[in-house]
Antibody, heavy 123, light 107 residues
Framework: EVQLVESGGGLVHPGGSLRLSCAASGFTFSTHTMYWVRQAPGRGLEYVSAIGTNEGSTYYANSVKGRFTISRDNSKNTLSLEMGSLRPEDTAVYYC????????????????WGQGTLVTVSS | EIVLTQSPATLSLSPGERATLSCRASQSVSSYLAWYKQKPGQAPRLLIYDASNRATGVPARFSGSGSGTDFTLTISSLEPEDFAVYYCQQRSNWPLTFGGGTKVEIK
């Protein structure tokens, strides 16, 4: 069974930093593009960042570029998001999501999601 | 950035009725559009990908259609568990974008 379990959320002051993690199991982690998607309270979904099957390919939404860094450890089946210079508008539930891949081709829609971890940026 | 506009914002229907949800893109996304369902307090769930392909385990009452800029998600006969918020998402261009959602509520 595919499982994605996020951790690391919490309350942080504006300008602070936080590191989110996503532990993956039940599939071959190294063969899937992985994503972070967030949802502000009462709002819709927003793509944050993506990372290819190796760490060479990373992508960011303009709203987080230069402040967030996505990474992965294929030996530990773990996805991470290092968040810096946090702002109140970064307050959201952050979801880890798996890209849909088959026959070595990956598509940028999300076939499995974690339950999310809440990040609150407030003084 | 491609903007996805979903309509209506809220759809009030009774169980057994047919639901028709719309997603319009600001420019062509070919067939690279997905639909998700989200219930309160839960993560989204993939329903449809590439406009018309049902994801694994999705009931046949869900169907998707469209290409280019206009897309439709149809639920042929609403079950109690279908009352939720539905989002569309395009993968044609980076950054990936989502629509604002349509809430399907019980009338």
């Amino acid at each position: 069974e595919v499982q994605l379990v996020e951790s690391g959320g919490g309350l942080v002051h504006p300008g602070g930093s936080l590191r989110l993690s996503c532990a993956a199991s039940g599939f071959t982690f190294s063969t899937h593009t992985m994503y972070w998607v967030r949802q502000a309270p009462g709002r819709g979904l927003e793509y944050v960042s993506a990372i290819g099957t190796n760490e060479g390919s990373t992508y960011y939404a303009n709203s987080v570029k230069g402040r967030f860094t996505i990474s992965r450890d294929n030996s530990k089946n773990t996805l991470s998001l290092e968040m810096g210079s946090l702002r109140p508008e970064d307050t959201a539930v952050y979801y880890c999501a798996r890209g849909d891949c088959s026959s070595s081709t990956c598509y940028a829609h999300f076939d499995y999601w974690g339950q999310g971890t809440l990040v609150t940026v407030s003084s | 950035e491609i903007v996805l506009t979903q309509s209506p914002a809220t759809l009030s229907l009774s169980p057994g009725e047919r639901a028709t949800l719309s997603c319009r893109a600001s420019q062509s996304v070919s067939s690279y559009l997905a639909w998700y369902k989200q219930k309160p307090g839960q993560a989204p769930r993939l329903l449809i990908y590439d406009a018309s392909n049902r994801a694994t385990g999705v009931p046949a009452r869900f169907s998707g259609s469209g290409s280019g800029t206009d897309f439709t998600l149809t639920i042929s006969s609403l079950e109690p568990e279908d009352f939720a918020v539905y989002y569309c998402q395009q993968r044609s261009n980076w950054p990936l974008t989502f629509g604002g959602g349509t809430k399907v509520e019980i009338k």
